[in-house]
């Protein structure tokens, strides 16, 4: 009999597989992968079946749709990117660059303001204003305003958080995950570690279908071997108004440029535009050879 399930773990040989009901299976893999150099990864949609009594084997991997590498997942839906209304104050160009490597890897940012009960949401409606082409939603790990939504968008779906440290991370996985009991901090702590040991990352279950991987990830400090002809790629707002004269334009120093014209109109938000070329001046323009 064959099983479909989803990887939520993988230590020493061994995977553990869930399936829609959430039985979960310790298996082995097949052989072959080994041969063909294919290993198979948490968050792989795999088949597996019974060879002897109990002794489950991973028959089939799936396509993947992407793969992070740090942590190593595979088919990441979502990017549970966390912002705090205060305390830490929005930066909000390491938040243009966490998105942009959230897209980068073909991942879905879903922009969570946190701690909403701190500021009656005015930090909540600064960040829709300027990042509207996103989903943006508020919530409160305190007061639990905000949670039911938040499990809607994740629901069927592998989630990864993103995010600053002391933004919340931890305490939203606690209320996602009653039970889960992790202390504060804890999130974080797991990827301090993983620098000096072998980094085992989890797959939480969250609901039928549905997981939220326990170590956050994405840079938003750096972006990394980017081009500038790269950026314009992440910045879904240009998609509508990129009917600009020169092909390949970079919307800064071209004329009759169709996105500036959009930011001129307020179509684009300014704010977001102007860090875009900040960001722009700080990558490389061609590939540095040593
Ligand atoms: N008032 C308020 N405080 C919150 C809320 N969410 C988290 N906090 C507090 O913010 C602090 C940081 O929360 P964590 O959940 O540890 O943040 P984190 O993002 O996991 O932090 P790292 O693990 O360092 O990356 C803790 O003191 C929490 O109690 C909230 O919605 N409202
Ligand atoms: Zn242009």
Same mark, same amino acid.
């Given at each position: 009999m064959e099983i479909n399930g989803v990887i939520v773990k993988a230590i020493a040989g061994f995977?553990?597989?869930? %399936?829609?009901?959430g039985t979960i299976y310790e298996c082995k893999a097949r052989g072959v992968f080994r041969k063909d150099d294919i290993t198979p990864l948490v968050g792989d949609n795999v088949t597996i079946v019974e060879k002897a009594k109990g002794a489950y084997v991973i028959d089939k991997i799936l396509p993947r749709r992407n *793969?992070?590498?740090? =942590?190593?997942? /595979?088919?990441? %839906?979502?990017?549970?990117?966390?912002? /705090? #209304?205060?305390?830490? @104050?929005?930066?909000? !160009? $390491?938040?243009?660059?966490?998105?942009?490597?959230?897209?980068?890897?073909?991942?879905? =940012?879903?922009?969570?303001?946190?701690?909403? %009960?701190?500021?009656?949401?005015? +930090?909540?409606?600064?960040?829709?204003? *300027?990042?509207? !082409?996103? @989903?943006? !939603?508020?919530?409160s790990a305190k007061t639990g305003e905000g949670m039911e939504k938040l499990k809607e968008h994740i629901k069927g779906k592998i989630s990864v958080f993103a995010g600053q440290s002391g933004v919340g991370k931890t305490s939203i996985l606690n209320c996602l995950i009653p039970g889960l009991n992790l202390k504060v901090g804890e999130i974080s702590?797991? !990827?301090?570690?993983?620098?000096? $040991? +072998?980094?085992?990352? @989890?797959?939480?279950? /969250?609901?039928?279908?549905?997981?939220? /991987?326990?170590?956050?990830?994405? #840079? #938003?400090?750096?972006?990394?071997?980017?081009?500038?002809?790269?950026?314009?790629?992440?910045?879904? @707002?240009?998609?509508?108004?990129?009917?600009?004269?020169f092909p390949g334009c970079n919307h800064i120093f071209e004329p009759e440029c169709g996105v500036k014209a959009a930011v001129n109109d307020r179509k684009i938000n300014f704010e977001r535009y102007e860090r875009y070329k900040q960001i722009f001046m700080q990558l490389p323009a061609q590939k540095e050879y040593d």
């Open positions: 995977y553990y597989v869930y %399936d829609r009901e *793969q992070l590498i740090r =942590p190593p997942i /595979a088919n990441v %839906d979502t990017a549970i990117v966390v912002v /705090a #209304s205060v305390f830490p @104050e929005v930066s909000f !160009i $390491t938040l243009d660059k966490l998105l942009v490597n959230v897209l980068r890897e073909k991942v879905k =940012p879903l922009i969570c303001v946190n701690k909403v %009960d701190l500021d009656n949401g005015k +930090t909540l409606e600064v960040v829709k204003n *300027q990042y509207g !082409i996103f @989903e943006v !939603i508020g919530v702590k797991k !990827i301090e570690r993983g620098r000096h $040991t +072998t980094r085992v990352v @989890e797959l939480l279950r /969250a609901g039928e279908d549905t997981y939220i /991987a326990d170590t956050p990830g994405f #840079s #938003s400090i750096e972006i990394t071997g980017m081009l500038k002809d790269e950026l314009k790629y992440y910045y879904p @707002e240009f998609y509508d108004y990129e009917n600009c004269k």
